[in-house]
């Protein structure tokens, strides 16, 4: 069975959107490979995200990835010591350019930072709030509503899910897991799609003894799975920038191997087209290897 790969492209900051999405795209490009690009749309508040500190395994992932040569120290001190830039004011004519490049937009956030660590003490309509905040940027830049997106650090809930049927998205990307799904809350079941990671970042990966940058896109390679549909996310910052080379080493084997590519929109439409075969499963709270906090995963029945 042909194996089939969709790549989810985080953009977190104003500098990834300025540096990243260029070189992500000419890498797509060269491959021929499809990808969906998911903007955030507000202030960068990177800086900010030093209150993680309290977090368990934050030191050891900050440790390993190197924070300051993967995001830069003008990026780390933006929304504390520097004024945050609006990542969509200072960069529409970048995002543009993807869409007409005829790669998939969607919304990653408003204020990143914001729906990552606070995300699970806001009010409904706080949260409805910040991702109109989010919709509305989208459509001023893009001049038409998101139909997808895919949350900052895997943070989803109840009320996110709420908004994102009243959005009418056709699909939505938060979660760690294996299958695409309807995400089940405390016994209520959403109506938008949930297509889930399901290989490791490159962040989890890196600055593990056993995982040296040479030897990442092999056992990248490695868990593709032929029976699913296989979901990488990459962020902007990182396989756009300083490991660059790990993301065209990956995308060398999946050509050689005859990886099949899918774009995430049409993944989501043939989904829907069989909706009754679609499972309904736990969106839960959960641990994932080499990523510090709680993020939303997928519990399997």
């Known amino acids: 069975m042909a194996v089939r790969l969709a790549l989810k492209i985080d953009v977190d900051t104003d500098r990834g959107t300025r540096l990243g999405i260029p070189n992500l795209m000419a890498d797509c490009r060269e491959f021929g490979v499809p990808a969906c690009f998911l903007f955030s749309l507000g ?30 120290v003008r990026t780390l001190l933006n929304g504390t010591l520097l004024p945050a830039p609006q990542v969509g004011r200072r960069n529409e004519e970048a995002m543009r350019a993807v869409r007409v490049a005829g790669f998939e937009t969607g919304i990653h956030c408003h204020d990143h930072i914001r729906w990552q660590d606070h995300l699970h003490g806001m009010t409904l309509d706080e949260v409805r709030a910040e991702f109109a905040l989010a919709r509305g940027e989208f459509r001023r830049v893009f001049g038409h509503e998101a139909l997808t997106a895919g949350a900052p650090g895997w943070q989803s809930s109840a009320f996110s899910r709420t908004i994102y049927d009243e959005a009418g998205l056709l699909y939505g990307s938060d979660t760690r897991g294996t299958a695409p799904f309807f995400p089940r809350i405390d016994g209520h ?13 490159l962040d989890e990966l890196m600055g593990r003894p056993e995982y040296p940058d040479e030897k990442i896109a092999s056992h990248l390679f490695s868990l593709l799975r032929p029976e699913a549909l296989n979901v990488f996310t990459l962020h902007a910052e990182i396989e756009g920038m300083s490991r660059r080379s790990i993301f065209r080493d990956f995308l060398g084997k999946c050509q050689n191997r005859q ?3 899918v774009r995430l929109e049409d993944a989501a439409r043939a989904c829907l087209a069989h909706r009754e075969s679609i499972p309904i499963c736990d969106l839960v709270q959960g641990q994932v290897d080499g990523r510090s906090g709680w993020l939303a995963v997928q519990l399997e029945s």
Do not use: C, H, M, W
């Not at 202030?43 to 924070?67: E, L």
């Not at 109506?191 to 490791?200: A, D, R, S, W």
């Open 189 to 201: 079941v959403f109506g938008t799609l949930e297509i889930p990671t399901t290989l490791p970042t």
């Open 259 to 261: 990886v099949g590519f």
């Open 43 to 72: 202030p960068d508040n990177t800086g900010k995200a030093i209150r993680r500190i309290f977090r368990p395994g934050f030191f050891s992932k900050v440790s390993r990835t190197n924070i300051v040569q993967l995001y830069g």
